[in-house]
């Protein structure tokens, strides 16, 4: 499956890195970048996204990411931030977002992510008998390698 992907970096210098992962990333297509999710919401559509990469670390992203649901429903939302935060992931998870990243990341990481994030869509969409944890993310592979000499 090739992946749509729209990316919403607030730092200008952080999309250009990961506008770079992206491209390089076998499967991965940048559709759009934009560095507010207000900027990103009237037009994205017409790119008709599967993928959505949010930057969490600017606050008003959040609060968007109901409206990002709502208009393309179908595309597969990671929230991207420089930190781990299990209670933002949490929240975020109750949001509609299907996974959490954290950024920078390599092409493998991206991978990695979208894959743990079809699987959680493809369970939340299927009847539940209870509530579990369909949001993963690469936050332990991530910590294991990330002080390693590159």
């Known amino acids: 499956m090739s992946y749509r992907t729209v990316l919403i970096e607030n730092n ?12 390089n990333s076998p499967g991965f297509e940048l559709s759009a970048r934009y ?18 990469l949010l930057d969490i670390d600017c606050e008003p992203n959040v609060s968007l990411l109901s409206d990002l649901k709502k208009n393309c429903g179908q595309a597969l939302i ?9 209670e933002a992931q949490a929240r975020l998870l109750r949001g509609g977002a299907q996974g959490y990243m954290i950024k920078p990341f390599t092409p493998d990481e991206l991978q990695a992510a979208v894959r743990n994030a079809d699987r959680a869509s493809l369970r939340s969409s299927a009847p539940s008998k209870g509530r579990g944890g369909n949001m993963r993310s690469t936050h332990k592979k ?7 000499p590159r």
Do not use: K, Y
């Open 12 to 23: 200008r210098m952080m999309l250009e890195r990961l506008s770079s992962v992206i491209r």
């Open 142 to 148: 991530r910590r294991a390698t990330q002080h390693l």
């Open 78 to 86: 990671i929230c991207l931030s420089r930190r781990w935060d299990s």
């Open 35 to 52: 560095q507010t999710a207000g900027d990103a919401l009237g037009q994205m559509q017409a790119f008709s996204p599967n993928l959505i």
